[in-house]
Each structure stands twice: as structure tokens, then as C-alpha cells.
């Protein structure tokens, strides 16, 4: 996973180019913006920084929990070191920090911690006490301080903006063929392999179940789905249940894989599971037998497609 840095643990007076925003998913709206981050700052010998907030603004302010994201801050780190990204940089978000005025943040921030020589932001970026100031003033600042600022044009950031919604919307409703598309890579679960109730034992499918800790994290829609996942250097591919396990009476909601042709043991390990394909959607069955007959046909099912997967 990513290295996550906190502002106040970042030391280092290199000019740096900057950009800001929540980047969740860092989809394929995002990527050309952190690509042209990445890429002017090689070319003005400036480090590319995205400034993130976390908790999520709304969470504090508007007390609402009930924002899922699509990556956990761990996730969107590891996306961004692999696009080449120098330093993704949590600001942690409180009451308090919210009152700074627009100059105070772009002094105490930006130009005291950062030593920004450019920023690229959005037309329609809005930052500051009670988000009261716009690119208008952060021009006005740079200015000012010693900073350039670009522009991201509108048409870009409306092609974030409804991405974003758009790959929520999907993963809720189990279509992860649109969520990917709009991604660019497999939408991912991370979390630490712990002991289940050994159902899947019993059922001859094993099962590794995730604890995923990080309670803001978007669950798809429950079912069942075709995932793969690095383990010792090695890609195994298998199936994954999310839900409720209703045939056995299942009373909390449970994130558990199958791996094919695995046999070693991961307890304690932690891993990124890939979703590739929705199977089905979650079922309680009559008995048991139906439900190991079915899960007989989730293998063929995921096989199959595994299959057309390594051939592409």
C-alpha cells in the first residue's frame, strides 16, 4: 500500500507543484489531471504534491457519517505512487482548521510548508472560511507570494465530478463492469485476513474472510464476484461472497474469498482483493445442498471467465 504522509511530518524546502481535492477513486478523470501534475512538475523541476483532507470535510461539519469512499486513504496513496505521483499529504480536517481564512491557508500552508511555485485547480475550487474564496483570489495570492496558478478547465472537472457519482452509483448496485471502465482498474477491497466461523470449510470452499477497519469504505452491492489478488508474489484468482450469509443464518455482514488451487495459510496477512466480475446477486437457499450445488456453479462461472481474463 501507499505511504501516506501527514503535513505536519512533511520537512523538505523543494519547490513544489500542488494541486488539492479529495482525488477519491483516482479515476480516469483524475488521472489526466495528476498526470499533468506529474508531468509539468518533471519538466519545471518542481515535486508533485496533491494536498488531501481527512476526514472528509463533510464528515465534520455536517457530523455525516454516512459518506462511503471508494478508496481508503492507504488505497488512493499506493494508485498515486504508481502514476508517479512525489507525495500525497493529508491535512487532518477539523473545526478549528475550517475557520482559517483563505489567506492564512494559502500562507501558513502552501507557501510556509509546501513552497509552492504552482498550483492547478479547478475554475470552480472554492476554499477558505465557509469556502468564501475562489480562483479569482488564489491568482490574487500567487500574485502575491510568488505562485502561478492554472487552471483546470471546466469540462475536465465535470468529467471528475460525475465519474466520481457515477462509480459509487455503480459499485452500490453491483455493476462493476461500468465502475472499472470508469476507474481504469479493478475497484478493490484491503483488509486483514482473520478467522470465520469455518462455513466455507464445511461447504468444501474455504474461505479467507477481510476485515476491512476503515468504516468509511464503500462495500459493493452484497453477491457474489470473481476477484484476484497478490499473495507472495504470486496472482491468485478466486471468488468472493459480501453479504449476510442467509442460508446459514448469518447475522453481520461478512467479506469472504475462496481462492482457487490455494492451499497455504494467510491468516494475519493483509491483502488487496481485485473485483473483476459480479457473479449473482446474494440468495438464501432451501438447504445446504442447493446452496453447495450453486456454489459449484459460481466456480464454473468464475473459471470461465478467469479464463477469458488471461487470454485478453
Do not use: C, W
Not at 455536517?62 to 486513504?73: F, P, R
Not at 453479504?243 to 491483502?271: A, C, Q, R, W
Not at 450453486?294 to 479464463?307: A, H, P, R, T
Amino acid at each position: 500500500m501507499g505511504k501516506v504522509i501527514k503535513i505536519e511530518k512533511y520537512k523538505s524546502s523543494v519547490p513544489t507543484i500542488v494541486t488539492i481535492g479529495t482525488f477519491d477513486g483516482v479515476h480516469v478523470g483524475h488521472q489526466k489531471i495528476v498526470n499533468r501534475l506529474i508531468s509539468l512538475g518533471k519538466e519545471e523541476q518542481l515535486k508533485s504534491i496533491i494536498l488531501t483532507f481527512f476526514p472528509h470535510p463533510r464528515m465534520v461539519l455536517q457530523k455525516d457519517s454516512s459518506i462511503k469512499l471508494i478508496n481508503t486513504i492507504h488505497e488512493r496513496s499506493a494508485i498515486l505512487d504508481k502514476l508517479g505521483l512525489d507525495y500525497l499529504l493529508i491535512k487532518k480536517f477539523t473545526t478549528e482548521f475550517s475557520r482559517l481564512s483563505a489567506e492564512e491557508f494559502v500562507k501558513q500552508i502552501l507557501v510556509d510548508i509546501l513552497n509552492v511555485k504552482k498550483v492547478i485547480i479547478g475554475y470552480d475550487h472554492r476554499f477558505g472560511r465557509n469556502r468564501n474564496a475562489d480562483i479569482n483570489d488564489l491568482i490574487k495570492y500567487g500574485k502575491e507570494f510568488g505562485f502561478e496558478v492554472e487552471q483546470i478547465s471546466a469540462e475536465d472537472i465535470n468529467n471528475v465530478a460525475v465519474s466520481s457519482t457515477k462509480i459509487r452509483k455503480a459499485l452500490s448496485e453491483g455493476n462493476i463492469k461500468i465502475a472499472n471502465r470508469y476507474l481504469g482498474y479493478p475497484f478493490m477491497l484491503s483488509g486483514t485476513i482473520v478467522q470465520g466461523k469455518g462455513i466455507g470449510k464445511q461447504l468444501d470452499y474455504p474461505t479467507a474472510n477481510i476485515n476491512i477497519e476503515e468504516t468509511y469504505k464503500l462495500i459493493p452491492k452484497y453477491g457474489s464476484y470473481v476477484v484476484k489478488s497478490i499473495i507472495n508474489n504470486e496472482t491468485v484468482f478466486g471468488m468472493m461472497n459480501i453479504g449476510m450469509n442467509p442460508t446459514v443464518s448469518g447475522d453481520s455482514e461478512s467479506v469472504e474469498v475462496h481462492f482457487f488451487n490455494f492451499e497455504k495459510s494467510i491468516y494475519g496477512e493483509n491483502l488487496q482483493i481485485d473485483i473483476l466480475e459480479r457473479i449473482r446477486d446474494e440468495q438464501k437457499f432451501q438447504s445446504i445442498e442447493d446452496l453447495k450445488h450453486q456454489l459449484k456453479k459460481d466456480k464454473l462461472f468464475s473459471l470461465n471467465f478467469i479464463n477469458n481474463y488471461n487470454a485478453e
